[in-house]
């Protein structure tokens, strides 16, 4: 741990060159030299918002892709360990504490490194910056390449948290100091705050929001572009189901269900599921394997896509169905393996256990229906758009079988009549299974977050957004996905991801464009010239 920290440290001040783009001459040497070329002597005529514009465009992507491979590089994984109790997440937060040294921003950790402060200036907060140092789980299996051993290639950066939110963080911090470096000051303080546990519990970044003074203005840098002023509340939903024996004897059962999974997190939809059958009673693996691939060929008869393979192990039958694994938010984007895993099951002759009733559920409640409807959960906003509804972990331990549901649902119901459609709809799969699936506990219903949408903050964000993507008639919009946006009164998400991109944040080899990092920079930097920044004195 120390010694990876000591080898990040000691790349604090270089910039990295890309191999795939030219350097520009003006970016040579440390900051005060680079910096001194874009200083008023040298760009006569140049307004401060000008030069700070072309010192960022000209110099910015390098730091930002060198500051982005070493905070993946801190394996946080805060489902995995919490941040208070994290050494990688206590390591990063030692890093970020000497890279605002190094460069002259205060630095505080906020409970238990619940949250990393950086700031700027005097007096009261003018301005936030939010992002979260916390990412999800990575894998081995599932990437072509390690998760936490960032890599540039054709013209991508590569890694765990590139996208979601370290290499948003970079873009930040990288702004801010060159803003520094130019001699630009601050109106009151400018702070980025870095919470580290984004994906899991949001305790220390909500004590964080209730108990500080408050910028004038937020922005967090965690969905996408144009300007995001609304964004859907979180549901998490579990249903459950002993395993138990069969309901009642079939004789025309062949094979018995015995394990289950799919999916590896709440948030990403499954991009592989398999299932373990054994024969009954007088059947041999071999027939059990004959009549899988039979229902695989009837089953393509309706899914082209169908992907998927069946073979023995010792006596039982493995059945893998891959799909295509997405961030939930954006489930409709990507392909669910647990569906065609449930469709398959669904032309076997199973044991009527609870394994078998659960996948039951799965195909005839929630297979090809991204929005609620078998369920009679769906419904809409204008802005927000629909519900959205994706079974993401499918697991049988200890006796039981469980599913894991994540929606995102607009404005439009509130938390109790959602809550009383969620419990009808337990109900339905309970009449479906004879009893036997009902909902677990850990029901989690969170409020959908909406913010002015005719405010200074919306309309500076957008007016930078149309100007520097020629999109006119760029409006703001509402995300699927939950951010620390919702924490503060007025917050707006700003990038990273730009429309008709395919969003990479919760999927195994999770990358961003170095011009959408580039781009990114330049804008959030013209943001905060114009939110927070005046011209040093001269």
């Known amino acids: 741990m120390r010694s990876r920290l000591l080898a990040a440290l000691c790349l604090l001040a270089p910039a990295t060159v890309l191999a795939e783009s030219a350097p520009d001459a003006r970016c040579a040497g440390k900051p005060q030299a680079r910096a001194a070329r874009f200083s008023a002597k040298a760009m006569k005529g140049a307004s401060p918002a000008e030069r700070y514009a072309a010192y960022v465009r000209a110099c910015a992507l390098s730091d930002v892709v060198t500051l982005t491979q070493q905070l993946v590089r801190f394996q946080t994984v805060s489902a995995e360990t919490p941040a208070s109790k994290g050494p990688e997440a206590e390591a990063m937060g ?18 238990a490194n619940d949250v990393f402060e950086l700031s700027w200036g005097k007096g009261e907060p003018r301005l936030g910056l939010i992002f979260h140092g916390d990412v999800v789980p990575a894998p081995a299996h599932e990437w072509k390449r390690p998760p936490f051993e960032p890599y540039v290639e054709n013209g991508r950066l590569y890694g765990r948290g590139v996208e979601d939110d370290k290499g948003p963080i970079a873009t930040g911090l990288v702004a801010l100091a ?55 509340g979180f549901v998490a939903w ?115 256990n609870g394994i078998a009733a659960m996948l039951r559920v799965v195909a005839r409640r929630f297979d090809g229906d991204h929005h609620g409807d078998k369920l009679g959960l769906a419904y809409s906003d204008t802005l927000m758009g629909p519900l959205l509804v994706a079974p993401t972990v499918l697991r049988v331990q200890d006796g039981k079988v469980t599913l894991d549901v994540n929606m995102r649902r607009p404005r439009g119901q509130d938390t109790a009549t959602f809550s009383a459609s969620l419990e009808k709809a337990a109900e339905r799969l309970g009449q479906d299974t004879g009893g036997r699936v009902k909902e677990a506990t850990g029901r989690y219903v969170g409020d959908p977050h909406v913010a002015d949408t005719s405010g200074p903050l919306v309309t500076t964000l957008l007016d930078i957004y149309r100007r520097h993507r020629n999109a006119p008639d760029a409006v703001a919009g509402s995300v699927r996905g939950g951010t620390y946006a919702r924490l503060f009164p007025r917050a707006v998400d700003f990038g990273p991801a730009f429309p008709g991109e395919e969003y990479t944040g919760h999927a195994p080899d999770e990358s961003i464009a170095l011009e959408t990092l580039s781009v990114g920079t330049q804008m959030l930097s013209e943001a905060v010239h114009t939110l927070a920044l005046t011209p040093a004195p001269r």
């Open 178 to 232: 060159m803003a520094k470096e130019l001699g630009l000051q601050p109106q009151g303080r400018i702070l980025i705050a870095i919470g580290n546990g984004e994906e899991g519990d949001w305790t220390g970044m909500g004590r964080y929001a209730s108990t500080e003074p408050l910028p004038t203005h937020v922005i967090s840098v965690d969905s996408g572009y144009p300007v995001n002023a609304a964004q859907s």
């Open 238 to 352: 579990h249903l459950e189901a002993p395993v138990g024996a069969p309901a009642a004897a079939a004789g025309a059962a062949r094979m018995r269900a015995v394990k289950a999974q799919a999916g590896e997190f709440l948030t990403q939809v499954p991009g592989q599921a398999t299932l373990t059958l054994a024969p009954t009673a007088g059947r041999t693996g071999e027939q059990v394997l004959e009549d899988v691939r039979a229902a695989l060929v009837e089953v393509r008869k309706a899914r082209a896509d169908l992907t998927a393979e069946a073979g023995l192990e010792g006596d039982a039958v493995v059945l893998t169905t891959h799909g295509k694994a997405i961030h939930s938010s954006v489930a409709d984007e990507g392909h669910n393996a647990m569906w065609d895993l449930a469709a398959v099951a669904e032309r076997l002759p199973l044991e009527d």
């Open 94 to 111: 030692r890093f970020l504490a000497q890279w605002a040294k190094a460069h002259g921003f205060d630095f505080r950790a906020v409970g």
